[in-house]
Structures are given as structure tokens and as C-alpha cells.
């Protein structure tokens, strides 16, 4: 068994995260491709220079546009992604 201390060390893969498929999709790009702890994030940037966190690990997976501001769970980040005006 491992101790929370290892376990929070563990490096995680930008492509193993939930965000991943959609944001890629989307055209957004991983900010970086690893992330430690059992709270980690990942960002995404647009060519357009749109940015969002997508984070998991804490009370519920969930987003933050850090263009617009807007958040929200793991599920609805799908539709956000579609209704931006990347242009």
C-alpha cells in the first residue's frame, strides 16, 4: 500500500486527464504535459490565445475559462468548448 505521501507524487500525463479529448478536439493545446498530486490541473491554450484550466482531484472535476471566467463541472465542459467564438 502505498503512503499518501507517494501517492500524491505520482506524475500524471496531460493525455490520461478527462480534459483531454475535448480540448484537443476543440484545437486547444496542453499548457504542459505532466501534473503531480492527487489536486492537479492542466491548462489548454487556443491559437486564438483563449485559455482554460481544467482540473480534477478536488470536491468534483471540474473547469475554469481563464478568458471569459466561466466554470463549471466536467460534463458540461463539451458544450463550452463548442459555443466559443474562437474565430
Do not use: C
Not at 506524475?11 to 504542459?32: D, I, L, N, Q, R
Not at 478536488?58 to 463549471?72: C, E, P
Amino acid at each position: 500500500m502505498m503512503s499518501l505521501a507517494e501517492v500524491d507524487a505520482v506524475v500524471h500525463t496531460v493525455e490520461s486527464h478527462w480534459s483531454h479529448p475535448v480540448m484537443t478536439a476543440a484545437g486547444f493545446v496542453p499548457v504542459w504535459l505532466e501534473a503531480s498530486g492527487l489536486v492537479r490541473s492542466f491548462e489548454y491554450e487556443h491559437p486564438s490565445g483563449h485559455r482554460i484550466r481544467a482540473s480534477t482531484g478536488v470536491n468534483a472535476d471540474h473547469w475554469q475559462d481563464l478568458t471569459t471566467g466561466a466554470i463549471g463541472y466536467w460534463s458540461s465542459l463539451r458544450k463550452h468548448v463548442e459555443e466559443l467564438d474562437l474565430g
